[in-house]
């Protein structure tokens, strides 16, 4: 995986190595102001596809516009409702009528411009057009930033679980325009920092030391730490990303806390809980699974939870059954023969999956009187 830096100290290049399938990620402010000039490494076409929503729209989709329009590109906008609600067949369905009435061609690029919602129906719908069209990734949340955009993981979800319609699609090119941040509400940013603490604490001990020296520059959203974490958090990615593209292996380790947070997700309803609320509460829970089974060190449990709930992120689990819990993780995408898998922390910055994890086990740090 290579890393530049240009210019400006706030601006960085990484890539995904993938052989034919490599890409960019551009990180930094201002990305989407030179859309064009990024667009034109792979594309010579005059025309370009954006899929949005209202919220994401109002705010940056003018800048991301311009940006083309200097290269001389034209687009077509699509705006999908705002909220994971969203993320479900019909609307995935519009998305395809809507290229076919455009008569989009299987070489223009497909544009995801917004949160993880936007970047999987619009991943997906890139894959299944005409059997694959181009697809950049313009991710406007921070956890999209740092987790749904890179990897090439597209998907909608079913009334029975989350992320479980899908198919893998890398894209062409990620463009993470920092600025984009300014405009997040607070509650969407910090779902995000939930996200950025996973990476250090599967895979990196010294940037998990460093976020808990730097939560009150990421929390008043400071320039520098937040581009270092992005940086950070991709850089993680996408090694893992090009060891292990379709998560044969290693890269299961970056569904730490997922298990239960889908879970958390779908027993509530998609958007009541924000994914890296629900995150959060699945890291906790799997950090308690860890005390029990693999030997993770409670000291370093109460530094995972100090430094959660010092970024404003959730530590208590809603009211769940038991048997929901067991019924809604028994069908998670990590279960192979009919078993079970959890990915647990041996110590901070180690992680492993594990599947023979003892009903007992589980029952006592789900159930009301344990927590």
């Excluded at 201002?30 to 370009?48: H, I, N």
């Excluded at 455009?102 to 719908?125: C, F, K, N, Q, S």
Aim: glycine share 10%; with cysteine; proline share 4%.
């Amino acid at each position: 995986m290579d890393c530049q830096h240009s210019s400006n100290v706030f601006s960085s290049i990484l890539q995904v190595d993938l052989g034919a399938r490599s890409y960019p990620i551009h990180i930094g402010p201002g990305v989407f102001a030179q859309a064009g000039r990024l667009l034109r490494a792979v594309y010579s076409g005059r025309r370009a596809f954006v899929v949005s929503n209202p919220v994401v729209a109002f705010h940056h989709l003018a800048t991301l516009q311009q940006g083309l329009s200097a290269a001389g590109i034209a687009v077509d906008v699509w705006q999908i409702p705002d909220g994971e609600s969203a993320k479900n067949w019909e609307e995935l369905y519009k998305i395809l009528g809507w290229l076919l009435d455009a008569r989009a061609e299987r070489h223009t690029p497909l544009i995801a411009l917004g949160g993880g919602v936007v970047g999987d129906l619009a991943g997906l719908a890139a894959a299944l057009y005409q059997r694959g069209m181009p697809l950049i990734q313009a991710p406007t949340s921070l956890l999209a930033q740092v987790d749904s955009s890179v990897g090439g993981k597209t998907a909608v979800n079913h009334p029975l679980g989350k992320n479980m319609i899908g198919v893998f699609y890398q894209p062409q090119q990620v463009w993470i325009d920092t600025n984009t941040l300014s405009t997040l509400p607070s509650r969407e940013y910090t779902s995000g920092l939930a996200e950025v603490v996973k990476y250090g604490a599967i895979r990196d001990r010294v940037f998990f030391d460093w976020l808990e020296e730097n939560v009150q520059a990421l929390l008043a959203r400071e320039p520098a730490a937040v581009n270092h974490a992005i940086h950070q958090s991709c850089r993680i990615k996408a090694t893992i990303v090009a060891a292990d593209e379709r998560e044969t292996g290693e890269r299961a380790l970056l569904n730490l806390g997922h298990t239960f947070g889908h879970a958390i997700e779908t027993a509530l309803g998609y958007g009541q809980w924000l994914h890296g609320e629900a995150v959060a509460v699945g890291m906790v829970l799997a950090g308690r699974l860890s005390i029990e089974v693999c030997g993770f060190g409670q000291s370093e449990q109460q530094r995972l939870e100090r430094l959660l709930a010092a970024l404003k992120l959730p530590l208590a689990c809603p009211d769940i059954s038991l048997e929901t819990w067991m019924t809604l993780m028994g069908r998670d995408k990590k279960v192979a023969d009919g078993k079970m898998r959890f990915v647990l922390l041996e110590r901070l910055g180690q992680a492993i999956v594990r599947q023979d994890i003892p009903k007992e086990a589980l029952a006592e740090i789900l159930t009301p009187a344990s927590r």
